[in-house]
């Protein structure tokens, strides 16, 4: 950055800042000033802007690790990636206000001095983004191994009868360790019948849908049986209009239905006692 | 590690005891008990492709490691050569349900799919190999 | 090596403990049969879960087995078969789409007697 622009900022810093800190407010994404109380904000808004032009005179590594701290931070805290986006735009904006506005910089100059400025701003907000990415792809390794955790434990809910709910989306790692606790599940609790709940699945595309019948496949050759349950209006459509066959399998609509359908094979069915009124009153 | 095993394949014994070598070897490497039954069962179809086709040849079955990848991965090789007739369609081989000796015709794509990487290479008259690869997870 | 075939009333019981190389998987084939036209019997159970692997050519021998025992009358139910060694199947391909299967020896027989008695 040329001395005499890094002048200039140091000599007008405080109408930048105040000029940034109206701006700032104008462009603060809205769910967030709702979410954030004023005091908090104005305050990591001063800290963002002292922190931009103290940035100015630190070595480049100083200020890197100093941006970097202030952006986790923030991340912490959970404040979007566009507020610094936004701000670093308000902030060029402004400055290129408060330069234009000054006639001690020669036409010539204008354009070297804008350049520096984008150049300058835009490393500061590239350095946010990769900061901001690298935690979200942190957070996506992180689910993904919770996810593989969550995988389906199957649950013996009757005598023969079990239900393995699915819940999430299905990639074929996920349908493979799916597959192999079924049938180690269906072995341990000596289960007839396994109910596969899909209500928690959003989307059944071929994919998914040849991962289900693979695994009612695998289930019969243990010598279960397997019925498809939780099949929404919408998710029949897709099935249909993808042109699956699920027709060898079983399918119901709803779990309830399905552990009916269950006990029916494992010959027995849910009946109502009769209202003994006596015997609740003897207690 | 340099441990293999190298099975004489010209009888039907020799199927089963290239299949017992592998699950073993499958087994001391830590696959699970799924993937010990996907190896042991790809090995039993290409010792069955060799005596069923070329009469006699060889299972030879080691442990691999990829040091290149960005992750280091370790796995089973299992490398079935022969000097039989060769296959001039390979493409047909490949497909399910193709068959000569009257069997489901899942055998060669069959263990494509039990194994992560499979390579075939053949020369009519002269004989074939196949490679194919499991890694641990 | 022959594999033991044993008679229940009017069904026979198979619990196959040993590895199943190819010559033996035919001989037990033709024993089977042979059994099932000696005693007349109605229903089969055969009993997997000691096997470890099954290949497409086992598959197909046991395939074949089920459809030769129903042409004799014999109504045949496959029991035990292990996780890994379904697993494998699928990964094959290997559906074994027309034959009755149950979870072990006991469940093999209920329902042998389910469909053939009502």
Same mark, same amino acid.
């Given at each position: 950055? !040329?001395?005499?622009?890094?002048?200039?900022?140091?000599?007008?810093?405080?109408?930048?800042?105040?000029?940034?800190?109206?701006?700032?407010?104008?462009?603060?994404?809205?769910?967030?000033?709702?979410?954030?109380?004023?005091?908090?904000?104005?305050?990591?808004?001063?800290?963002?802007?002292?922190?931009?032009?103290?940035?100015?005179?630190?070595? @480049?590594?100083?200020?890197?690790?100093?941006?970097?701290?202030?952006?986790?931070?923030? $991340?912490?805290?959970?404040?979007?990636?566009?507020?610094?986006?936004?701000?670093?735009?308000?902030?060029?904006?402004?400055?290129?206000?408060?330069?234009?506005?000054?006639?001690?910089?020669?036409?010539?100059?204008?354009?070297?001095?804008?350049? @520096?400025?984008?150049?300058?701003?835009?490393? $500061?907000?590239? !350095?946010?983004?990769?900061?901001?990415?690298?935690?979200?792809?942190?957070?996506?390794?992180? !689910?993904?191994?919770?996810?593989?955790?969550?995988?389906?434990?199957?649950?013996?809910?009757?005598?023969?009868?079990?239900?393995?709910?699915?819940?999430?989306?299905?990639?074929?790692?996920?349908?493979?360790? $799916?597959?192999?606790?079924?049938?180690?599940?269906? $072995? @341990?609790?000596?289960? !007839?019948?396994?109910?596969?709940?899909?209500?928690?699945?959003?989307?059944?595309?071929?994919?998914?849908?040849?991962?289900?019948?693979?695994?009612?496949?695998?289930?019969?050759?243990?010598?279960?049986?397997?019925?498809?349950?939780?099949?929404?209006?919408?998710?029949?459509?897709?099935?249909?209009?993808?042109?699956?066959?699920?027709?060898?399998?079983?399918?119901?609509?709803?779990?309830?239905?399905?552990?009916?359908?269950?006990?029916?094979?494992?010959?027995?069915?849910?009946?109502?006692? @009769?209202?003994?009124?006596?015997?609740?009153?003897?207690? | 590690?340099?441990?293999?095993?190298?099975?004489?394949?010209?009888?039907?014994?020799?199927?089963?005891?290239? /299949?017992?070598?592998? /699950?073993?070897?499958?087994?001391?490497?830590?696959?699970?008990?799924?993937?010990?039954?996907?190896?042991?069962?790809?090995?039993?179809? +290409?010792? /069955?492709?060799?005596? +069923?086709?070329?009469?006699?040849?060889?299972?030879?079955?080691?442990?691999?490691?990829?040091?290149?990848?960005?992750?280091?991965?370790?796995?089973?090789?299992?490398?079935?050569?022969?000097?039989?007739?060769?296959?001039?369609?390979?493409?047909?081989?490949?497909?399910?349900?193709?068959?000569?000796?009257?069997?489901?015709?899942?055998? +060669?794509?069959?263990?494509? /799919?039990?194994?992560?990487?499979?390579?075939?290479?053949?020369?009519?008259?002269?004989?074939?190999?196949?490679?194919?690869?499991?890694? +641990?997870? | 090596?022959?594999?033991?075939?044993?008679?229940?009333?009017?069904?026979?019981?198979?619990?196959?403990?040993?590895?199943?190389?190819?010559?033996?998987?035919?001989?037990?084939?033709?024993?089977?049969?042979?059994?099932?036209?000696?005693?007349?019997?109605?229903?089969?159970?055969?009993?997997?879960?000691?096997?470890?692997?099954?290949?497409?050519?086992?598959?197909?021998?046991?395939?074949?087995?089920?459809?030769?025992?129903?042409?004799?009358?014999?109504?045949?139910?496959?029991?035990?078969?292990?996780?890994?060694?379904?697993?494998? *199947?699928?990964?094959?391909?290997?559906?074994?789409?027309?034959?009755?299967?149950?979870?072990?020896?006991?469940?093999? *027989?209920?329902? *042998?007697?389910?469909?053939?008695?009502?």
């Amino acid at each position: 950055m !040329q001395p005499s622009i890094v002048e200039m900022i140091y000599t007008q810093k405080q109408d930048i800042i105040s000029d940034w800190l109206s701006e700032i407010n104008n462009v603060m994404p809205s769910g967030l000033a709702k979410k954030i109380p004023n005091e908090a904000s104005d305050e990591t808004n001063k800290k963002f802007v002292e922190l931009i032009i103290e940035s100015l005179e630190l070595t @480049e590594e100083a200020a890197t690790e100093k941006l970097n701290e202030f952006a986790q931070h923030l $991340i912490y805290l959970g404040w979007p990636l566009s507020y610094f986006t936004q701000g670093m735009q308000a902030f060029r904006r402004v400055l290129l206000e408060t330069m234009s506005s000054m006639e001690s910089i020669s036409s010539k100059k204008v354009f070297e001095t804008f350049y @520096e400025i984008e150049t300058w701003v835009d490393s $500061i907000i590239n !350095q946010i983004a990769d900061e901001y990415s690298g935690s979200w792809e942190s957070t996506i390794h992180l !689910q993904r191994m919770a996810l593989k955790e969550l995988s389906a434990p199957l649950i013996p809910v009757f005598e023969k009868v079990s239900v393995m709910p699915l819940v999430g989306t299905i990639d074929t790692e996920r349908a493979k360790l $799916i597959m192999e606790n079924v049938l180690d599940g269906i $072995i @341990e609790h000596r289960s !007839q019948v396994v109910l596969i709940d899909i209500t928690g699945v959003p989307v059944v595309d071929t994919m998914v849908a040849h991962h289900l019948i693979q695994t009612a496949e695998a289930i019969r050759l243990v010598g279960a049986e397997c019925i498809l349950v939780g099949i929404r209006p919408e998710i029949a459509q897709t099935i249909v209009n993808l042109g699956i066959d699920l027709s060898k399998f079983r399918t119901k609509s709803s779990l309830r239905r399905g552990v009916e359908t269950g006990l029916e094979l494992t010959q027995r069915k849910i009946i109502k006692i @009769e209202n003994d009124d006596e015997r609740i009153d003897s207690r | 590690m340099s441990i293999q095993s190298n099975v004489e394949v010209h009888t039907e014994w020799g199927i089963v005891s290239a /299949r017992q070598a592998g /699950r073993n070897l499958a087994k001391d490497a830590g696959f699970g008990n799924v993937d010990q039954a996907r190896i042991a069962t790809a090995i039993s179809e +290409l010792a /069955r492709n060799i005596y +069923l086709y070329a009469e006699k040849g060889e299972i030879v079955i080691q442990y691999v490691e990829d040091t290149e990848s960005p992750v280091s991965k370790r796995g089973i090789k299992i490398i079935a050569k022969d000097k039989g007739p060769g296959i001039s369609n390979i493409r047909d081989v490949m497909e399910d349900g193709f068959t000569t000796s009257g069997g489901l015709g899942a055998g +060669l794509p069959g263990v494509k /799919r039990l194994m992560d990487e499979f390579d075939i290479h053949s020369t009519a008259g002269e004989g074939t190999e196949i490679t194919a690869i499991k890694w +641990l997870r | 090596m022959r594999i033991p075939i044993l008679k229940l009333h009017k069904y026979l019981l198979i619990s196959v403990q040993v590895e199943l190389d190819d010559q033996t998987a035919l001989q037990f084939q033709e024993d089977l049969l042979n059994k099932i036209h000696q005693e007349g019997s109605i229903g089969v159970v055969i009993d997997l879960t000691s096997v470890e692997m099954i290949d497409s050519y086992i598959a197909k021998v046991l395939g074949d087995v089920v459809e030769m025992s129903n042409l004799m009358g014999a109504k045949v139910v496959l029991t035990g078969i292990q996780p890994a060694v379904a697993i494998t *199947l699928i990964d094959m391909g290997i559906m074994l789409n027309e034959v009755p299967t149950a979870l072990d020896l006991e469940q093999g *027989l209920e329902k *042998l007697q389910q469909e053939l008695e009502g």
